[in-house]
């Protein structure tokens, strides 16, 4: 190869470079600060009302009282974990059933599944508790800080006096809020209006004060900075909510059919869109609804309102942006296809329209699940036992021989009582005969039997010895029973074991 050609071979040889606008685009974009607008209307009206629920719920829930005996928490829901109880006013769930609990989950998965195959994003939207303290920490900006323009205005302009009376303002109601959610969420694991004097007067525990801190940062963190980038980039639910949606979901959408091609209000041959970016200023994520089904959208239905008023201001027909079915919206472009912007289009579009489906397969397997599952848990909640018995046998030694040549096996009996009743049992073995049962520090009734005081709402907790006399011929292993008799008689709880000795 000669010298002269290398050169070129070399140059052909290397790959080609990237365009110098390619280079210079960079791996992370700033976040574009979004300043959701005020927004009146009977979708706001709805959000607000569920918002003032959702609050009230959370921090009055801790509160209410519920009376069930003495030495038991009155707070009427409480996860006591220093007793190992779950209080749901008259339901107490004990450590043994934790399953009603996964239960509680699966049947919030299922109905978080159908709403969102019925009615889209309404969770995101509505109830949300991202959503729903991220609207109340924006209805305290918009407060302090003003509407859409003015909060623009506030951090374009010069960072004087009023910029930081009013941003220092804003975040110290924000860290009240978020504190007060810190300090309720602790309620809901220790009584709320003792925790809650301790807390005041610096008496609580290192373990409330570090989850009170903790929930409070976050709250802050999340509603006051985050917001939209936690729905966005954080939560996972709109990667995967696809799955339960389909052509039949009502969802927030753009009729574009109607609206497009897009212009100014007295020009000739445009749709109903006037593009005045109402439905872009007061979503709180910062989409714009005209581009479509977007991961960003939360369903909150806040452009349906936007845009409805600026309809009602030109004179023009509510629902450009509504809660719509995909289904419809294919339907009302097939009619309106080839048809002038007008009266006559709108009629074709909405002609064309059918009701929302919600009985579908979909929503039926939903439904059947949501059946099953509650029936399962009912099921297993009407059978729940109150009374139980444990027997642990003493797995070192086996059995002990006793000086008179005697054989004996020792075994610890838990009597779990979930009711108030300390009526006392009689503890009767179940044995070949010449078994002999004694109870350490218990009484004996009249007919011999020991009687074993249970607990209220306790573990009460029994060393028991089985005791075969030497001379009798025993197996290695021999089942044996014990029985629990109420005053009357009757088996109220029974657990089997057995007896060990040695070999032949």
């Not at 506030?154 to 978020?178: C, F, M």
């Not at 005697?406 to 009767?428: G, S």
Request: with cysteine; hydrophobic share 45%.
């Amino acid at each position: 190869m000669s010298s002269v050609e290398a050169p070129h071979r070399a140059k052909a040889d290397r790959p080609a470079e990237a365009p110098a606008s390619a280079a210079a685009q960079p791996l992370y974009a700033a976040r574009q600060k979004v300043y959701p607008k005020r927004v009146f209307g009977k979708v706001r009206s709805v959000k607000w009302a569920v918002l003032t629920l959702c609050l009230a719920l959370y921090y009055i829930v801790p509160w209410i009282r519920w009376d069930r005996g003495p030495g038991v928490p009155d707070q009427a829901v409480l996860v006591d974990i220093a007793n190992a109880r779950i209080f749901l006013f008259w339901i107490e769930i004990w450590p043994q059933e934790i399953y009603f609990l996964t239960g509680a989950l699966i049947l919030g998965a299922f109905g978080l599944f159908a709403v969102s195959s019925l009615f889209g994003r309404l969770w995101c939207g509505f109830t949300c508790p991202q959503t729903v303290w991220t609207d109340l920490f924006m209805f305290v900006e918009r407060w302090i800080q003003g509407d859409r323009n003015a909060r623009m205005k506030l951090d374009q302009g010069p960072h004087d006096t009023n910029y930081w009376v009013r941003k220092s303002l804003t975040h110290g109601v924000w860290l009240l809020i978020a504190a007060a959610t810190g300090g309720a969420w602790v309620m809901y694991f220790v009584d709320a209006p003792t925790v809650t004097m301790q807390i005041l007067t610096g008496h609580a525990s290192a373990q409330v004060y570090f989850f009170v801190a903790l929930f409070t940062g976050f709250t802050y963190l999340l509603a006051g900075w985050a917001r939209e980038q936690v729905c966005t980039y954080m939560c996972p639910w709109p990667r995967f909510q696809a799955a339960m949606l389909d052509e039949n979901s009502l969802v927030v959408t753009y009729r574009d059919w109607r609206g497009e091609p897009r212009g100014k209000l007295k020009a000739e041959g445009v749709g109903d869109c006037v593009d005045c970016f109402a439905c872009v200023h007061v979503c709180p994520t910062g989409i714009d609804i005209r581009d479509g089904q977007q991961l960003e959208c939360i369903g909150c239905g806040l452009c349906v309102d936007a845009c409805d008023s600026v309809m009602s201001k030109l004179g023009r027909p509510k629902g450009l942006v509504a809660f719509e079915t995909l289904k419809n919206l294919s339907a009302s472009a097939a009619a309106t296809a080839g048809m002038a912007p007008g009266p006559d289009r709108f009629k074709a579009g909405m002609a064309a329209r059918q009701m929302p489906r919600f009985v579908r397969p979909r929503t039926l397997m939903y439904a059947g699940a949501l059946t099953a599952v509650a029936l399962v848990m009912l099921g297993a909640f009407l059978m729940r036992s109150t009374l139980n018995v444990t027997v642990l046998r003493d797995r070192a030694p086996l059995f002990v021989r006793l000086s008179d040549g005697a054989v004996r096996n020792a075994y610890t009996i838990k009597i779990v009582n979930k009711t108030r009743d300390e009526a006392p049992l009689a503890l009767v073995l179940q044995a070949p005969e010449g078994f002999h049962m004694t109870v350490q520090d218990v009484e004996d009734d009249a007919q011999g039997r020991p009687v074993l005081h249970r607990r209220a709402d306790g573990i009460a907790q029994y060393r028991v010895f089985v005791t075969v006399p030497h001379g009798q011929r025993i197996a290695e292993d021999t089942p044996v029973s014990f029985r629990l008799l109420d005053a009357q008689g009757r088996a109220v709880a029974s657990q089997s074991s057995n007896f060990l000795g040695p070999k032949s």
